[in-house]
């Protein structure tokens, strides 16, 4: 079953059991991929998906912080729970020792020596382990390994 099914069943699932955070939630989810195969035309595959759910991630997050320093935990809490739903349907997270691990070795395999090289690093980091840590970890990570 691809993700975009999962996501749809879920919904339906959803909607018998009255849980209208998570039916909303999904719907809004399903509304994001819908946009994206009419305005690109062309059938989403799970790589996709995946894509399309950690920026809906990062979205509730960001909003999360703008929520919690103006003090409106009704809105924060809200954010939070969509963000929960969103990471059920994302691939296991690195720790931050595997993503260290798997960083060094993809510097190693690029012969990346210092942070001039860290464009190298990332690009082929992204195209590993994108689904599997954030953008920003990566990032903080090989950072930390280059300098």
């Known amino acids: 079953m691809s993700l975009k099914e999962q996501i749809n069943n879920d919904i339906k699932t959803a909607m018998k059991e009255k849980n209208v955070s998570t039916r909303d939630a999904l719907r809004l989810l399903s509304s994001a991929m819908k946009q994206i195969e009419v305005d690109e035309r062309k059938e989403l595959s799970d790589d996709d998906i995946i894509k399309i759910i950690q920026k809906q991630v990062k979205q ?20 939070a729970a969509e963000a929960a739903i969103f990471e059920t349907y994302l691939p296991k997270q690195l720790s931050d020792e595997e993503l260290e ?31 599997q840590a954030d953008g920003k970890r990566i990032n903080e990570c090989a950072k930390k390994i280059l300098s």
């Not at 997050?61 to 009704?74: F, H, K």
């Not at 960083?103 to 994108?130: Q, Y």
């Open 101 to 131: 691990n798997a960083l060094r070795t993809i510097i190693a395999e690029t012969g990346a020596e210092s942070m001039k090289d860290i464009g190298r690093v990332m690009g082929a980091a992204s195209k590993t382990l994108g689904a």
């Open 60 to 79: 509730r997050n960001d909003a999360m912080i703008q929520y919690r320093d103006a003090g409106r935990e009704d809105l924060y809490e809200k954010e």
